[in-house]
């Protein structure tokens, strides 16, 4: 189903980059990161359209870009209709010769916000329709460029703008949205979840979806240290706890078909590598409140709920070895 | 005027008549949502791509807003692109006809004209399209379903004119134009190609120091709706309202192009005139009306009433020096507005003529009748009596109430 792409760390490095640096991302940024990374799988010509959203607001500022590729931005819940309209087009113009180029291929990108909430409507559109392009979700889980207000991408107990932790309530109260779970339900080719610190496993998923005949959905995690209130060093870090944790576990699903990606079959496999969540949290100042003795049971219901999500994946992926916490 | 080439008269609604034009016009994309009085034109456009009598990828969105913003994108991508809408699904497009405008996208759009929520309501008036009258699209109001097949065709002219690439809006009274059978001229699908063309792109230079066609193209990368702070928006703001001044001269131009093709053309494109020369009073309006006006003013004429009618066929860009031109002569005027400008002195139509004769030196006396609002009927008798309140207004000098409304139970 796909084409056997071999490279080493030599090779990617030495591919030119199309999402060029210069960009006013800030420093530890986890999406600018991603975006890098994901520009350097692309197999051949490439149309990108973006959100509105940070990495939009970041990377093209008139009269500069960033962008060493055609980049389209329409508004912040159009993303999926802006690559729907950029395929539609490129396919009749091929047909009626308007273009040249025998391939051309359209990735779409989103944040939490433009991807879970305002913008799932166009993207199940779009995915219901079967246009074939790759929507690139890269969570920072809030809404980060108007200052960090909590999206449907939030995770439970997380402190935002608009779920901020106070005296009577801690932080966010909701769980966040099983968006990846969501897209497999649409019946779609290829689902795949990814963390930059993985950056292997996520340049392989980026080019399968390229590939993929049809729509697929990339859900990629993306710390952010502004409104993560972690280190800017530790981006990369914390996008290995997340896997080590069970937190954001690392999956394929093609054509519905769950399968656990390398990384999160380690604590599929030996489940005494499984960390506690607490390890996460802990170097995260949205969470600081969990820590304190009014808010503490909130770090067990996390954790419970963390390990059902895990174990439900995993029978889902087949694997009936029940993995025990560490 | 006489045509060059052969017609085929055909029996058409408004609708139709689109959907005809459309396909005649060599689009590569079509991407809509169903509405009410809307349909018939995607349903029909449907019916063209199951039969493969078009080469056009047709996309039915999930909701109007991706259906323009689909069409965006495919402009963007080099794709000539069509929608239709009305009413609610005109609302909801709101964000994007701003984006779209702001893009220079030229996407051409049909609009069914209906009424706007709440109470639903799903007959004609003007409130979707005067909704949308500052959103930088170019708006074009036709009297019957001949004019709705012109004005498609010449939409994608003017539209793609590289001194304007803005899109426009054709509006169509719902059901009385867009339900209603009449007979259509129609042009060769060869005509109609070769008067629409091959889309061109303007040349710009790209972040890179190169001049390159203005698309999304691989080859020469581009970025496309990118983030303008204060130091460059103000710019791109001033220049779609160059682009929109180019618009004048350019629908003219197409309209007179177009007449040596068909044999029609619609008064100067921007203004269509009727029996204004000597007319003493006269009445402005935008749409189907004008048929049941000019009807009302022939009976007037022959009874020695020196009446006329001024037809505005393009309300955006306003053609300000052509409505002057019009009505310097006449007495008073009574301008017709098929939708509400609440809490304001009348309707959108009336602040616009009031306001483009301002300058005269002594103005006709200018007077506003709001009509026909949720499709409500307006007869001939109803504009007898607009007549019959101007030649009043005449003859007393004087002006009771500047905004009346038309049938209205009060």
């Known amino acids: 189903m796909f084409s056997e792409w071999k490279f080493t760390a030599k090779d990617i490095a030495e591919k030119p980059d199309l999402f060029l640096s210069g960009h006013r991302a800030c420093a530890g940024c986890g999406p600018a990161t991603v975006l890098r990374l994901i520009m350097k799988a692309v197999r051949g010509p490439t149309i990108v359209t973006n959100a509105t959203g940070c990495m939009e607001v970041v990377a093209s500022i008139y009269p500069y870009t960033s962008w060493a590729t055609p980049w389209l931005h329409t508004a912040f819940e159009t993303a999926a209709a802006n690559a729907a309209g950029i395929e539609t087009a490129l396919k009749i113009m091929k047909k009626k010769s308007k273009i040249k180029q025998e391939q051309i291929d359209v990735i779409a990108l989103a944040g939490d916000g433009g991807t879970y909430d305002i913008g799932i409507q166009a993207l199940s559109g779009a995915v219901e329709r079967g246009h074939d392009f790759l929507f690139v979700l890269y969570d920072n889980e809030a809404y980060m460029n108007t200052g960090i207000q909590r999206s449907g991408g939030t995770p439970l107990g997380a402190s935002t703008t608009t779920s901020p932790a106070g005296t009577a309530i801690p932080g966010k109260l909701e769980h966040k949205k099983p968006i990846a779970d969501i897209m497999v339900a649409h019946g779609m080719p290829y689902v795949a979840t990814a963390s930059p610190y993985y950056w292997r496993d996520l340049l392989v998923k980026v080019r399968r979806g390229i590939e993929v005949n049809g729509p697929a959905f990339l859900h990629v995690f993306a710390p952010c240290p502004r409104g993560w209130r972690s280190d800017p060093a530790k981006s990369i870090e914390l996008s290995r706890l997340a896997v080590e944790t069970c937190i954001f576990p690392l999956w394929e699903a093609v054509n519905s078909e769950y399968q656990l990606s390398a990384p999160s079959k380690v604590m599929a496999l030996s489940p005494q590598k499984k960390k506690l969540v607490k390890e996460y949290l802990q170097v995260q100042g949205r969470f600081r409140h969990l820590f304190t003795p009014k808010y503490e049971k909130m770090l067990g219901d996390i954790q419970r709920i963390t390990d059902e999500r895990w174990q439900r994946l995993l029978k889902k992926c087949g694997i009936t070895q029940p993995a025990k916490t560490a | 005027m006489k045509s060059v080439v052969k017609q085929e008269v055909l029996a058409l609604n408004g609708d139709e008549a689109v959907a005809y034009a459309v396909k005649q016009s060599d689009v590569d994309v079509v991407a809509a949502y169903p509405i009410t009085p809307q349909t018939i034109i995607v349903e029909k456009f449907s019916e063209y791509v199951a039969n493969g009598e078009v080469e056009t990828e047709f996309v039915c969105t999930e909701s109007e807003h991706s259906a323009l913003t689909a069409c965006l994108a495919a402009s963007a991508t080099g794709a000539r692109a069509f929608t239709a809408s009305a009413s609610a699904g005109l609302a909801l497009m709101h964000e994007m006809l701003f984006v779209t405008s702001g893009c220079r996208a030229p996407v051409v759009m049909a609009i069914a004209n209906r009424a706007l929520s709440a109470p639903l309501n799903i007959h004609g008036d003007h409130s979707d399209t005067m909704a949308q009258r500052d959103s930088g699209w170019i708006q074009m109001y036709v009297e019957n379903a001949q004019e709705a097949y012109d004005s498609i065709i010449q939409a994608f002219r003017i539209a793609e004119n590289l001194h304007v690439l803005l899109p426009v809006i054709v509006g169509l009274d719902g059901f009385t134009l867009s339900h209603t059978l009449e007979n259509v001229q129609t042009l060769s699908d060869e005509a109609v190609k070769k ?74 494109g921007l203004l269509d005139p009727y029996m204004l020369d000597d007319a003493e009073i006269a009445v402005v309006c935008l749409g189907s009306t004008a048929g049941t006006v000019k009807a009302v003013v022939n009976e007037l004429r022959a009874d020695g009433v020196k009446a006329g009618v001024l037809r505005m066929r393009t309300f955006r860009p306003l053609p300000v020096d052509g409505i002057v031109d019009a009505l310097r002569k006449v007495k008073a005027v009574a301008v017709m507005d098929r939708s509400m400008s609440f809490g304001g002195s009348g309707g959108p139509v009336f602040h616009e003529v009031r306001h483009a004769l301002y300058d005269l030196p002594a103005h006709p006396y200018i007077v506003n009748y709001i009509y026909g609002l949720g499709g409500r009927d307006t007869s001939p008798t109803q504009i007898r009596q607009i007549f019959e309140d101007l030649r009043g207004i005449v003859q007393t000098k004087r002006v009771e109430s500047s905004v009346k409304y038309v049938g209205l139970r009060e």
Do not use: C, W
């Not at chain 2, 703001?237 to 053309?265: P, T």
């Open chain 2, 195 to 268: 008067f629409v063309g091959t889309r061109q792109f303007p040349k710009v230079m790209s972040h890179e120091g190169k001049t390159v066609p203005f698309r999304l193209d691989p080859e020469n990368p581009m970025s496309m709706g990118p983030i303008a702070l204060p130091n460059y928006y103000f710019e791109f703001k001033r220049q779609q309202e160059e682009a929109m001044r180019n618009a004048l001269s350019v629908i003219q131009h197409v309209n007179e192009e177009f007449g040596k093709i068909s044999g029609r053309s619609y008064g100067d």
